[in-house]
């Protein structure tokens, strides 16, 4: 899987949005950009997946540029339930079975 | 909804006991993975399977066992903990793809400590 980069913390406000970036600059033509969260002492969550395009679901908005070096999670209005390891990985499936593996992830503060 | 729930969230056991972590999922998933989690070590795959009774070791599963007599439940097993085994144990599944991707869903993990 190629290697992804992230800033090691970010704070945001509370009802702001929380926009958190990932670079992702070796990824091939067939990997996909996945975000999971990790609230302290629980599992990971699933957050969102892309490939090319911008996705958005209930819980976020992936923004993946053009040549797909980079990718923004946003989350569009944040809560203190919104703290927590923010986790950008990029996956190939190649058949059979494929580990998650996570780097060091973003720490997100939401602050009242 | 997607669920995995593992059988306990903490668990305190003694040397040398037979420890057993049981994850159930309700999303019809094929595949199913145990994974350790430790400070700075990251995740780390220790067995997964992808169909009743089928099994492969990941990265680390010395010490351990697995079973997989039903499609939904998928257990962990410890044959003689130890200390070393003191950690967070993840469960997750995801569903046969057989394209490009699967999306891994977890489960709250339990805290196992070993004394």
């Known amino acids: 899987d190629a290697k992804t980069t992230q800033p090691t913390s970010m704070d945001c406000a509370e009802g702001r949005a929380a926009n958190l970036p990932c670079n992702h600059s070796t990824i091939s033509g067939n990997e996909y950009v996945y975000w999971y969260r990790q609230i302290h002492s629980q599992g990971p969550q699933y957050i969102i997946h892309?490939?090319?395009n911008n996705e958005t679901n209930e819980m976020a908005s992936l923004i993946i540029t053009e040549d797909r070096k980079s990718s923004t999670l946003i989350l569009p209005h944040a809560t203190l339930r919104d703290t927590a390891v923010y986790y950008c990985i990029v996956r190939l499936f190649s058949g059979g079975y494929q580990k998650v593996t996570f780097g060091t992830g973003t720490k997100l503060q939401v602050i009242p | 909804d997607v669920k995995v729930t593992q059988s306990s969230r903490y668990l305190v056991k003694r040397t040398g006991e037979k420890v057993f972590l049981e994850c159930v999922q309700d999303m019809d998933h094929e595949n199913m993975f145990w994974y350790r989690q430790d400070p700075g070590l990251g995740l780390r795959l220790i067995y997964f399977s992808y169909d009743v009774k089928m099994k492969e070791k990941g990265d680390i599963p010395e010490g351990y066992s697995v079973s997989r007599e039903k499609k939904e439940r998928f257990s962990l097993i410890l044959e003689s903990a130890s200390t070393n085994q003191t950690s967070m144990y993840l469960c997750?599944?995801?569903?046969?793809?057989?394209?490009?991707?699967?999306?891994?869903?977890f489960g709250p993990g339990t805290r196992l400590t070993v004394l």
């Open positions: 892309g490939l090319k």
């Open positions: 997750a599944s995801s569903s046969f793809s057989g394209v490009s991707t699967d999306t891994q869903y």
